[in-house]
Structure formats: C-alpha cells, structure tokens
C-alpha cells in the first residue's frame, strides 16, 4: 500500500496532488469526443442534471456553465428527489445528464433507468470506464482521473468541472451562443488550469498551519456567490466527510436569512472570493459576518482582501467559469489536514463508502 500512494501519508492527499495531471487528461481525453456529444444533446431544451454528494455540486456548476455559455437553462436534481418528483416531466424532449465517477451509485443508476424508459436521452460523466452508469447511458464522457481510493471525492470532482466546462463550451459553439472570439479564449484559459492548480497546491504548507489554528473549531460556514455557490457547499462537504466538524455552506446572500444568528466570537466563515461581478457584494458579506466577530478565511485574487479577511489564501486571477476547478483544491487541502490533526483517517471516514451502492 505504501507502493501504491507513491511516498504520500494518505490516498487522498496523493489525489489532491494528482489533480493538475488528471485535469491534462481529461482535456486530452475528451478532445475531439466532446464535439460529437454536443451536437447530439445541442437540440434538447428541457434538460435535467442528476448527481449525489459531491458530483451533485459538479452538477450546480454545470448548470451555471450551461447557462452562462450555451444559454440552457438546466434542472439539478439529487437523484434520490429526481426519481419521485420529475417522473412524469420525463420524455423523449429531455435529455438527463448524470454524473457519477463511480458509475454505480444506486440513486444515479435508478434515475437514469427511470428517465431511460421514459424515453429521454441520457449522457452520463462517469470515471470508471464500463461501470453501470456507462452501459444505462446513450452517451458517456468519461473524466480520465484515474482510480480514486480516498472515500472523500477530490480529482474525480475537478475532472468532472474539466469535462462539464468542455461540454458547455462545445455547446455554445453548435448553439452561436457566445462568441467564437470568447470561446476559443476560454479554451485556452481551461488548457492552463493545470498551471494554475500547482500554484495554489503550494499553499500546502500554510493551510496546514490554518488547521493547526482551527483544529478545535466546532462549526464552519462557507459562502459563495453565483459559480462559486457549489464550491462553498462542497468546500463544506469535504469538511463534514473527513474532519467531522459541522459545517455548512450556503449562497452568501442567504447569510442574512438565518445563519448569521449563529455567527460569533471566532467562527471560521471560509469565503470563496474571487473577481468579478460578484466580488464587491462578498466583500460585503465579508464586513458583515466579521463585525459579528466571525474569523474571516478568504480565497480570492483581489489585494483588497486583505483589508478584510484575518486570512487571505492567494488564488491567481481567471476567468470566474474557471473558478469551481481551481478554488475548490484549497478547501480540499484545508480539510485533510483538519482531519488528520484531529486523529482521522481521510482515506476511510466513518460511517460513508467509496460507492453507495443502496438506495
Ligand atoms: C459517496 C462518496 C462521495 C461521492 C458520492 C457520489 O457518498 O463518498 O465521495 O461524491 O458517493 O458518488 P458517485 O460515484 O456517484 O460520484
């Protein structure tokens, strides 16, 4: 086993430093492939995503993406709801798009069995090649990650974002909906994300040190904005899988509406930050929950930040569709540390499995 995590303490933390190469790969692998699904799902209008746990949160950035680029309007469902409510909303108009590294989640699978028979036309983003998922599906991409040990989802995440934000891309261009001028350049901005995603891997060290800090902690809120909404949740995600602090993420105009109440002395409140439009509305709720005395983790490229924050984790400046890939790894990284430093093992939390694979 010592072989096999090349000289790293945990699979996880060996997947978390895999990421630059799996997002190559799954450029490279969908490359030429991508072109094809699109003009095959391009006429479809009523479109459902169908996911769980942290490829549900790959789903919410897909949807933004879809709106953003191919001007879709899309329905995120979890796939345990989407098999009770959405039954009868299902035909041959629709097209179900599942995500699923595994392929073999129970409530994926019976979702896209049901929409199957319903007679829509189903695409799954799937990483094991074969699985379940890939032989339901009418069409699958896969996210070429390479297997994934950690239970805690971490290169199957970003790859899935990698091939989600291909897809949207090749859509817009079959659909004229954005410029060609825009699309090519977002191409090329998607091919140094890798770069970018080494950058942000050296904060390693300090993030280490900020969970030495907040090892104690008992609650954490994470807040976003727009694209950055699903990286708040799953930033939360990872916390509550692999640490067991209570956490919770949410859009960070709903801070207002209810959590602020639990905003005190000390409370770590981790804001995804980067700029854009969003940026001066975060900075906001930033000075918000900091006169609350919430202690104020920041992730964003902007110098400002530091006015603001008691920490500011450096991102390098991109376009805001990128954000999801390269602003999650430091959350990842976050999250490991703090469970490792409270005595857990992140490669196997309690009570959760690699697959689920029962309803
Ligand atoms: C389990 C895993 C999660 C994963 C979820 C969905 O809960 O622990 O890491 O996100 O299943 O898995 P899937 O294979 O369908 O992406």
Sequence with gaps: EMAEKAGYPHFMLKEIYEQPRAIRDAIHGNAGVIEDVAKEIAKYDKIFFVAMGTSYHAALVGKYLLQRLAKKVPIVEEASEFRYEMEDLIDENTLVIAITQSGETADTLAAMKLAKARGAKVLAIVNVVGSMATRIADLTLYTHAGPEIGVAATKTYTTQLTVLTMLATALARVLGTASE?????????????????????????ALRELAEELKEKRDFFYIGRSIGVPTALEGALKLKEISYIHAEGLSAGELKHGPLALLENGVPVVAIAPSGKTFDKMVSNIEESKARGAYIIALGDNESLKRVSDVLIEMPPMDELLTPIVYVVPLQILAYHLAVLRGNDPDKPRNLAKSVTVE
Excluded: A, I, R
């Excluded at 350049?185 to 995603?197: R, T, Y």
């Design 181 to 205: 001028e825009y699309l090519n350049e977002l191409e090329s901005k998607l091919k140094e994300v890798p770069e970018l995603v080494e950058k942000v891997l050296k904060h390693d060290g």
